[in-house]
């Protein structure tokens, strides 16, 4: 009997409820709320699953703990997870998330089981497409991830503190802090998004593909924003977030080598960031039950091959798209 | 007095000259060339 624990219950954590609920791969479904009270209505949706719904609280026993809730404490609950002979699927795009998953490492190997670091939009769709993209290349020299559109009002809580918080970026082989906001660049979106202005904000890609280009002399992530948005930044939200922050995009630019010839490769997708999100971390969920994920800490951009996971996002409805034009320089 | 006017007389006219500019001018989107394509079945082979 296979069961997965999907912490939050936000946006994206119905979303992933829903998608893991129709796969077919899960018998029990435990949904951790803030506020138990409030799923009746949406656990009545859920058909053919066991469902129990949990309040904040130590985590269930599951195969599979989805941390769905807001940025901040991922890594102490996926130890916890791992502790209870779980695999665990991180959402949180928070940099101080990601970089204490990732030390997990050697524990979630001795424990055999699999810590998916970023399994969200951006991270996670953006990790796979630049992983993608990297790989008609013979050396990547440089990685630039810009992103627009946000998730529900948790996701759009964490990019309100993004925008203020020191951007990594990836430098010839070190690690430069940024300030937020700076680095404006016009950045072309898949239609028909079109043309934004994208800033730095503390992003967690540039950690995350930084073991996938070990070459890369630049690995940089960018934010779309508007005059307001750098205009109050520094403010706490001036009004309450959108319950879903969608549509968005993500852009991931290339520049490399490919026979001998300097190319720069540019590789997107739109779609609204909630969906993809769970879609991406319901397949990371479903194949942890499957067993076919290697052990141990990882991103989507660590991957050997993301063609599997691309190929099962377009049968849900998550297409790529390749910029095509200005390919070759 | 004469520099004094010619110096005014042309901040004067650069000031239209931008205000026109700026009031007309749309600043608008850079040209591009190229397109998107989706990526299906074959790109993932």
């Known amino acids: ?329 | 007095m004469r520099a004094l006017r010619r110096a005014i007389l042309a901040m004067g006219v650069g000031t239209a000259v931008a205000a026109i500019l700026r009031l007309r001018g749309s600043g608008g989107i850079p040209p591009r060339q190229g397109k998107w394509r989706q990526l299906s079945g074959p790109d993932f082979r």
């Open chain 1, 1 to 329: 009997m296979s069961t997965v624990a999907v912490i939050g219950s936000g946006v994206v954590g119905r979303r992933i409820a829903r998608q893991l609920t129709a796969s077919g791969f899960v018998d029990r479904l435990i949904l951790g709320a803030r506020r138990p009270q409030r799923m009746h209505g949406f656990v009545r949706q859920l058909v053919d699953v066991d469902i129990e719904v949990i309040a904040p609280g130590p985590l269930p026993a599951a195969d599979v703990t989805v941390l769905a809730q807001p940025s901040g404490g991922h890594t102490e609950l996926a130890e916890e997870a791992i502790g209870n002979g779980s695999h665990v699927v991180s959402l949180s795009d928070a940099l101080n998330d990601v970089e204490g998953l990732l030390s997990l490492d050697s524990t979630a190997h001795k424990a055999d089981r699999s810590v998916i670091v970023g399994a969200a939009f951006s991270p996670g769709l953006s990790c796979l497409l630049a992983r993608h993209g990297g790989e008609r290349f013979d050396r990547v020299e440089e990685v630039h991830v810009a992103r627009m559109g946000t998730g529900g009002p948790s996701c759009q809580r964490q990019l309100h503190r993004a925008r203020t918080q020191q951007a990594l970026e990836r430098r010839n082989g070190s690690w430069m802090k940024r300030p937020s906001g700076t680095g404006r660049e016009l950045v072309w979106f898949p239609d028909p998004l079109g043309a934004k202005d994208c800033y730095r904000a503390a992003l967690a890609e540039p950690v995350l593909l930084s073991a996938s280009f070990p070459e890369a002399e630049r690995i940089t992530a960018k934010v779309a924003a508007t005059r307001r948005d750098r205009l109050t930044a520094w403010l706490p939200m001036l009004r309450p977030p959108h319950k879903d922050g969608g549509p968005g995009a993500v852009r991931v630019e290339i520049r490399g080598v490919r026979d001998e010839i300097q190319t720069t490769e540019v590789i997107g997708a739109i779609d609204y960031p909630s969906a993809a999100a769970a879609a991406v971390a319901a397949i990371a969920a479903e194949w942890s039950l499957l067993g076919v994920l290697p052990s141990g800490s990882w991103s989507l951009g660590m991957l050997d091959d993301p063609l599997p996971w691309l190929q099962e996002l377009e049968n849900r409805g998550i297409t790529a798209a390749v910029y095509e034009g200005l390919s070759n320089t």
